[in-house]
């Protein structure tokens, strides 16, 4: 599918974090909008993977304020809890996308799996579905991945969501303690924009 170059663009999500990464792996050429910008709250997901959730809103967003979106569906996956939270990793932060209450809901459910988990190592994956969608209905969706383990403990303040529990492979260090311009270079959504950039 060849496209014409993008010169604007909305980034679908109402989540800041999301936004603030998703703009800073865009080309500095591009004109950016946010969902703010058109005072739009984001539609219901009932899809039942990332690549349909974010389909659901780049078409969404795209089709209210009919600019090409760009919208991410991501979540973490733990091999251990049968690749829960999955699709529902915002949601265990209940109503008002808690994260304190998301990770804590993690390491309950851990506590009830495995006696003795924060000595093992707990395999887990952070996976992103990123799409761009045209107003005509024409739209490119990619698939981006990175494994790591859960950490025994919440560590470290920077980047958004689980951030401060997953570890990437390769470090020892959490998501939550790795600076955003270098987090940016190596996480999933980063994997799921090289994917896509030609788009752009």
């Known amino acids: 599918m060849k496209a014409k170059k993008i010169s604007q663009l909305l980034i679908g999500t109402n989540n800041k974090g999301k936004l603030r990464e998703i703009k800073a792996l865009l080309p500095k050429n591009i004109k950016i909008y946010s969902t703010s ?5 984001s539609p219901k997901e009932n899809g039942k ?4 959730n974010s389909l659901i809103k780049a078409s969404f967003f795209s089709k ?3 600019q090409i979106c760009i919208s991410d569906d991501s979540g973490l996956e733990i091999k251990l809890l049968n690749n829960q939270p999955g699709i529902y990793s ?3 932060g209940g109503k008002k996308n808690n ?10 459910k851990l506590d009830k799996k495995v ?3 924060r000595n093992r190592k707990i395999n887990a994956k952070f996976i992103c579905a990123l799409t761009i969608y045209w107003p005509s209905g024409k739209y490119k969706t990619t698939i981006g991945k990175i494994d790591g383990k859960i950490s025994n403990k919440k560590i470290g303040r920077k980047g958004f969501g689980y951030d401060p529990i997953f570890i990437p492979r390769g470090s020892n260090k959490t998501f939550g303690q790795i600076s955003p311009k270098k987090k940016y270079k190596i996480d999933h959504r980063h994997s799921a924009f090289q994917k896509i950039k030609k788009f752009l």
């Open 99 to 108: 994260f304190d209450l998301a990770i804590k809901k993690v390491f309950k």
């Open 64 to 66: 209210k304020s009919n």
């Open 115 to 117: 006696f003795n988990w």
């Open 37 to 41: 910008d058109y005072n739009l709250k």
């Open 49 to 52: 993977t990332f690549r349909e």
């Open 90 to 92: 915002a949601r265990w």
